[in-house]
């Protein structure tokens, strides 16, 4: 029944979060700060991560194609419906849920247990507005954090499979020109505005709410991490079932 009541709580959160607004010098302060802490902090590992990737991805291909009647084009092919579809939008999603996943937890959790946001309603502020929304709002920005994977994961997988004497340059580029569809890129970034909405909800939700001293901070980013992780996957079920069958 806990499951449940979170459920509700979770709408009921969402319902606060867009009533009552703060004024929008503070606002905007607070989206600056969020998308610095959010977006461009992010940036590092997103990069890191997305070029190695792609070169695994690559190399993974092109071994388990090791034969001549099949064209080495398809090693770029594989590689950009690799990155494009599912890696980038979605297991970096995942990452994510991890890093500013549990940093929002943590920080909310963190004013929660120093008594930060009984202040902010003893002075009349919608805390949820206050906290949560330039959370959302900074997040819009996510789809340039994956676009930005998705180019380090193809870039990574030409590098590997160029360097590495897996396929030419010209089969390599060949393979991504093929059968190209754009479609694809705006289904990835549908999913990518939804994932970004979790991102900024769903660990807030668990910060906001936690109940406890400094332990149960750690606890509730941990908690925090598995169930944006099990909502992303289970949104990205829903939307490739209703937008690629």
């Avoid at 991504?176 to 999913?191: D, M």
């Amino acid at each position: 029944m806990k499951q449940l009541h979170d459920f509700g709580l979770y709408f009921i959160m969402l319902k606060d979060i867009f009533s009552k607004f703060t004024k929008w010098s503070v606002l905007r302060k607070l989206i600056f700060k969020e998308i610095d802490d959010l977006i461009i902090g992010s940036l590092g590992i997103v990069s890191f991560i997305s070029f190695f990737v792609g070169g695994v991805i690559a190399i993974q291909t092109a071994l388990n194609i090791d034969n001549p009647l099949i064209p080495k084009y398809l090693v770029g092919f594989a590689t950009k419906q690799s990155v494009v579809l599912e890696f980038a939008p979605t297991f970096m999603s995942i990452i994510m849920a991890g890093k500013v996943g549990s940093f929002i937890t943590s920080s909310i959790g963190t004013m929660r247990v120093t008594e930060q946001i009984d202040a902010l309603e003893v002075m009349g502020i919608n805390s949820l507005n206050y906290l949560v929304f330039p959370k959302i709002i900074s997040l819009l920005l996510y789809p340039f954090v994956i676009t930005i994977s998705m180019f380090l994961g193809i870039l990574g997988g030409w590098v590997a499979c160029v360097y590495g004497g897996f396929a030419s340059n010209e089969d390599f580029i060949l393979g991504l020109q093929y059968e190209f569809n754009s479609f694809q890129i705006f289904y990835a970034f549908v999913k990518t505005m939804f994932f970004a909405f979790i991102l900024a909800t769903i660990p807030s939700f668990h910060g906001y709410y936690m109940k406890g001293g400094a332990l149960e901070v750690g606890k509730a980013a941990t908690s925090s991490f598995v169930w944006t992780s099990v909502v992303i996957i289970i949104v990205n079920y829903i939307i490739t079932q209703l937008m690629l069958t």
